[in-house]
Every structure is written in C-alpha cells, then in structure tokens.
C-alpha cells in the first residue's frame, strides 16, 4: 500500500504535537495539569446564544434539516453587513462581499488554495496562528516569513521585504488584533499594506478575528476595509469563535473584493455545504445582540491579563502586556535555548502548559505564549508553581 502524498509530506507536522502528547502523559501519570497552552475557551457561550439555537432548531419555517444555501442564509450575510456597518462603518454587499465559513480556519485554507500556485509566494507575518503555515503546505505555495520584531511593536517593516520576494508573492497576510503577541494595528500600517500590494499587485489578507476582545476601553480595532480603496484586492476573516467562547459550534465568515470571495466559494462548493442553517440563523442574532454579549467576556479576560502580569511582575519571564486578544506573550528566560526546552521544562516540573513560541513561526522562538483560559485562582496557582520549580 502507497500512503500519503508530496502534499501530505509537504506538510509541517502539528507545532504543538510534543507540548500536547507530554501533556496528555503527565494528565495520564495523575499530574493536575493547568493548561493554558491552546487558545480555547473555557468559558460557555451566554445562555442567550444557547436560546437563540434552540429557537432556531424549532422554527418549522427553516428546513434546517435540508443544504444550506453554497453562498448562505441570506438572513446572516445581510446582518453581516450591518456589523460592518455599524463596527467599522464599511459598506459590504451581503450578496457578492459576504460568504459564511465554518470557522475562519477552513475559509483562509481554502482561500489558499485557490490562489497559491507552486512558486507562488505567501508573504505571512511571523509569528503567526500556526494554520496559516499548513496552509500553505495544503496549497502548494512558499512562504516568506515577515518578522514581526518586539523593537517594532511586532508591526511588520515592509521596507525590509526583498525585491524578488515581492516580485514572486501572490497575497500577503496580516493578522491584528495579532494572534499570539497581543499586538495591534495601527491606522498607518493598514495604509502602508495597502500602498505595497496595490505597488506589487498583491491580494491582502486580513484576519480580524480578535478584532472585538479588546482588552481594554481605549483601544479598538478598525477593519483592514476601512483603508479607501482597501476592499477591491482585500478578503478580511472574522471568527465567532473566541468572541462568543463557541469554538466548537464552528461559525466565522469572510468579507471583501467580489471575485475573491468567489474564488473562494467556488473551492468550498467543491468540498463542503457551509454552515448548518441554524447555525447561521443564529449568527445573525449574535451579530445584532451587539456588545453587550461581548462585554463581560472582554472584561474577565482583561481581569486575568493583569492577574497573570501581577503574578509575573518579579520572575524571570517577561511578559507583554496586550491590548487584545486572549493571549499573553511572553520572553523566556535568557538560560534557556529554545521555547520547546523552556516549555517542556515547566511542563515536566510545575505541570503548566505553555505553548513554545517556536510552534508560530521563525520569529516565535525566544518566546511562549499563555492563553488566558483558565480561571485567576488557577492563573496564580500556575506562576506559583513555575516560580516554585525555580524555572521563572
Ligand atoms: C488569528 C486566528 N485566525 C483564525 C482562527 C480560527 O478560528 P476559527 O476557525 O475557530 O474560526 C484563530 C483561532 O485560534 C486565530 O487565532
């Protein structure tokens, strides 16, 4: 029997399979694991959210047992459009600018592989949200990692790009609110991405999905559409995912250029049927609830923020204080070579995960990120330990 394939080879293994599988045997060994290593939420969605699936199951009028509609429920673009409306003040046509996902994960996959031909460059900011890399092994495409440096406030230098890498690339993809260094964006940047792909022909990528956990009142985020002229070489992604805490329930969408979310639908009619029609029904009155569905999410991961700062103040670890997202990133401690020997020694000797820095790109390593997804006793109890073993 033949196994597999070049793409399948091609394929960088799973960053966090290591962390994870010592993970899984200290949990095994009887070791009380406190894991703030993924970015998943232990929080349940608001009861509200729960009420509006429910009712959606019931309504005899939906045929939610039926296909959904490829481009999807009409009900769910057009609130869609009324978010960016009303967040962001950009105009979106539910019709052409608007396709429901399944979880931003398998839209920017998918994307990719729609767009990336061999030789092709993908021009990713790093670190990164480690999908985009498989991505591109998925797609076929290169990578050019550009480095997001703490000197520059993990804000790309796009004069640093070489010139046969901007003459090769095909898109270029930037992430912020930044998932894992808690960066944001600046009006500025979003204009400098802009004037270079519009330069270099380059379609841009932008993945907003933390776009409302800010973490703080005086900070929010703008759409990459909001730049004039940004939206007819731009496909921006957005996730339900750790905004509402229902990862699991697999709801995002894409928003941009007409014939980029075309390319797009026409990869997915080929491989999946959308979103579970209620599914989608209740995006829509998630998205009208406005913020008072967020806020209290905003403020309890903004309460353990400054738990894990305080508890980090005087150890060796040194974290950077985000203005959003859930995540806290942190540089390890100079005695250590990599993230990996770092994370795995905490691990081994205090029972923390950490994720290593390395697993997010060439630009992670010297770093681990912490999410913020596990309750404040268990966040002190977590630095209690690391500073016990003497490791922070
Ligand atoms: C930056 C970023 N984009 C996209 C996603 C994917 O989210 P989902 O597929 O759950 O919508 C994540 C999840 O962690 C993320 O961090």
Same mark, same amino acid.
């Given at each position: ?9 091609? *394929? ?5 399979? %290591?962390?994870?599988?010592? @993970? ?28 509006? *699936? ?22 769910? !673009?057009?609130?869609?459009? !009324?978010?960016?409306?009303? @967040? ?18 398998? #839209? ?9 031909? !061999? ?23 290169? *990578? ?117 979310? /075309? ?21 829509? @009155? ?5 913020? /008072? ?5 905003? @403020?309890?991961?903004?309460? =353990? ?7 980090? %103040?005087?150890? =060796? ?33 205090? /029972?923390?995960?950490?994720?290593? #820095?390395? #697993?997010?790109?060439?630009? #992670?390593?010297?770093?681990? =990120? ?7 006793? !268990?966040?002190? %109890? ?11």
């Amino acid at each position: 029997m033949k196994l597999g394939n070049k793409r399948l080879a091609a *394929l960088p293994p799973y960053p966090f399979a %290591e962390v994870n599988k010592a @993970r899984d045997e200290a949990i095994r060994s009887g070791v009380d694991v406190i894991d703030m290593g993924v970015g998943n939420p232990d929080m349940r969605p608001d009861p509200i959210i729960s009420t509006f *699936l429910k009712e959606a199951l019931d309504d005899q009028e939906i045929q939610n047992h039926r296909y959904p509609p490829f481009h999807g429920v009409r009900e769910f !673009r057009e609130a869609i459009a !009324r978010w960016y409306m009303r @967040r962001f003040n950009v105009s979106v046509d539910p019709e052409t600018e608007i396709l429901p996902l399944i979880g931003s994960k398998e #839209g920017i996959a998918k994307f990719f592989l729609a767009h990336l031909d !061999r030789d092709d460059i993908a021009i990713i900011a790093s670190p990164c949200y480690p999908a985009y890399l498989g991505a591109i092994g998925i797609s076929d495409g290169s *990578l050019y990692e550009m480095p997001l440096l703490e000197s520059n406030e993990f804000r790309p230098d796009l004069k640093a790009i070489p010139q046969d890498v901007l003459e090769k690339a095909k898109l270029i993809l930037i992430n912020y609110p930044n998932n894992p260094t808690g960066a944001v964006e600046t009006r500025e940047l979003y204009e400098d991405v802009l004037n270079l792909a519009t330069m270099h022909d380059l379609i841009v990528i932008s993945d907003i999905a933390y776009a409302e956990l800010n973490l703080e009142p005086t900070y929010r985020s703008i759409s990459f559409l909001e730049i004039p002229g940004a939206k007819e070489r731009t496909i921006e992604f957005y996730s339900f995912s750790k905004t509402y805490s229902m990862p699991g329930w697999r709801l995002g969408f894409a928003a941009g250029d007409p014939t980029l979310i /075309g390319n797009l639908l026409k990869i997915k009619t080929n491989m999946d049927f959308g979103v579970f029609m209620a599914m989608q029904r209740t995006g829509a @009155r998630i998205l009208d609830a406005g913020d /008072g569905l967020i806020e209290p999410t905003r @403020r309890t991961y903004s309460r =353990r923020r400054d738990v894990l700062l305080g508890e980090l %103040e005087s150890t =060796r670890l040194r974290p950077i204080k985000p203005l959003a997202t859930i995540y806290v990133w942190a540089a390890i401690p100079p005695s250590f070579s990599s993230s990996m020997e770092f994370s795995k020694a905490v691990l081994t000797r205090s /029972g923390v995960v950490l994720a290593p #820095g390395s #697993g997010f790109g060439t630009y #992670g390593e010297g770093y681990v =990120r912490i999410s913020l997804i596990e309750e404040e006793a !268990r966040i002190r %109890e977590a630095v209690a330990r690391m500073v016990k073993s003497g490791l922070i």
